[in-house]
């Protein structure tokens, strides 16, 4: 598998599953900002967490069983992902695109939008 294939693969599920991005505005804390990707598969998470290079595994009990999930909690981790997987999002495209034009520099923007 290349490493375009390994990309489109963590768009795929994020696209297709309840993966999110969010920020939270903390009362006079400044900001937190997440990127999600939820599965009950932890090993699948584990070799997104590989290939994203970042991120923290954090565990749910559900009536199914365990719920897991990879979380990035930093505002570079999540721009650095969502630029590398938005040339390969269907659903959650706009809403991608979007995020990245509110949180990163104009600069920033144009360099990650052009996949440089």
């Known amino acids: ?6 990309w489109k693969e ?3 599920h994020y696209d297709t599953t309840s993966g999110s991005v969010h920020v939270h505005h903390r009362n006079g804390k400044g900001n937190a900002y997440r990127f999600r990707i939820p599965s009950y598969d932890r090993k699948l998470l584990q070799r997104f967490r590989e290939i994203l290079g970042r991120g923290i595994i954090t565990t749910e009990e559900k009536p199914k069983g ?3 999930r990879l979380e990035i909690s930093s505002l570079e981790g999540t ?4 630029g ?6 269907d659903n959650k495209r706009e ?3 979007d995020w990245i034009k509110q949180y990163q520099s104009p600069t ?4 990650r939008l052009s996949g440089n």
């Open 1 to 6: 598998m290349t490493r375009v294939d390994e």
């Open 10 to 12: 963590v768009a795929r």
């Open 66 to 68: 365990p719920y897991y």
């Open 79 to 82: 721009l650095s992902v969502l």
């Open 84 to 89: 590398k997987i938005v040339p390969f999002l």
């Open 95 to 97: 809403l991608v695109i």
């Open 108 to 111: 920033e923007l144009r360099t």
